[in-house]
T-cell receptor, first 116, second 116 residues
Framework: NAGVMQNPRHLVRRRGQEARLRCSPMKGHSHVYWYRQLPEEGLKFMVYLQKENIIDESGMPKERFSAEFPKEGPSILRIQQVVRGDSAAYFC??????????????FGPGTRLTVL | AQSVAQPEDQVNVAEGNPLTVKCTYSVSGNPYLFWYVQYPNRGLQFLLKYITGDNLVKGSYGFEAEFNKSQTSFHLKKPSALVSDSALYFCAVRDIGSSSASKIIFGSGTRLSIRP
């Protein structure tokens, strides 16, 4: 049973470009969460999605960031017009039952975004 | 507001000795507590969780954690450390039943270093 898959593992962008990060949840999981980790810090929650719905985006910056989890295909975290401060590791997690249950989130290997 | 504190940035232990990584939490409702481990350039791996029941929780790789409600702590322990245990450890909490139940709040991490 494959774990959470993320690609690319490393992404380099110049300021002003767009970054697209993909996450395929574990088989059977329909709940996806995105977190950001700055160097030497813990993970910070960004957004929680179910298929075709954003459930909680309270940790997402109001501008330039968006996320989706379509009916078919992976979840996408999109960062428009990247700035140097967006450089971080972005982790995706998935779970089978969602937020209102004592459910374990399983994490992918992360995408390390570097903005030049 | 929910929070998790890991008071030690680094813990150094000799191989074969017992180890403890400290964690305290603050939530408004019932805490669901987790420990994750992160190896260099990798995602987080789930170690164990406390939901309810026995205060001593056993997890992967010989780790265990003790939930102490009166001290609001959830310290991670292992009776005999291995060099391969060297990694970054994160304590985390979910406040099930609150409006922010979807997110996991992570501590800042403790770097565990086991010397041969």
């Amino acid at each position: 049973n494959a774990g959470v898959m993320q690609n690319p593992r490393h992404l380099v962008r110049r300021r002003g470009q767009e970054a697209r990060l993909r996450c395929s949840p574990m088989k059977g999981h329909s709940h996806v969460y995105w977190y950001r980790q700055l160097p030497e810090e813990g993970l910070k929650f960004m957004v929680y999605l179910q298929k075709e719905n954003i459930i909680d985006e309270s940790g997402m910056p109001k501008e330039r960031f968006s996320a989706e989890f379509p009916k078919e295909g992976p979840s996408i975290l999109r960062i428009q017009q990247v700035v140097r401060g967006d450089s971080a590791a972005y982790f995706c997690a998935s779970s089978s039952q969602g937020a209102l249950v004592a459910d374990t989130q399983y994490f992918g290997p992360g995408t390390r975004l570097t903005v030049l | 507001a929910q929070s998790v504190a890991q008071p030690e940035d680094q813990v150094n232990v000799a191989e074969g000795n017992p180890l403890t990584v400290k964690c305290t939490y603050s939530v408004s409702g019932n805490p669901y507590l987790f420990w994750y481990v992160q190896y260099p350039n990798r995602g987080l791996q789930f170690l164990l969780k406390y939901i309810t029941g026995d205060n001593l929780v056993k997890g992967s790789y010989g780790f265990e954690a003790e939930f102490n409600k009166s001290q609001t702590s959830f310290h991670l322990k292992k009776p005999s450390a291995l060099v391969s245990d060297s990694a970054l450890y994160f304590c985390a909490v979910r406040d099930i039943g609150s409006s922010s139940a979807s997110k996991i709040i992570f501590g800042s991490g403790t770097r565990l270093s086991i010397r041969p």
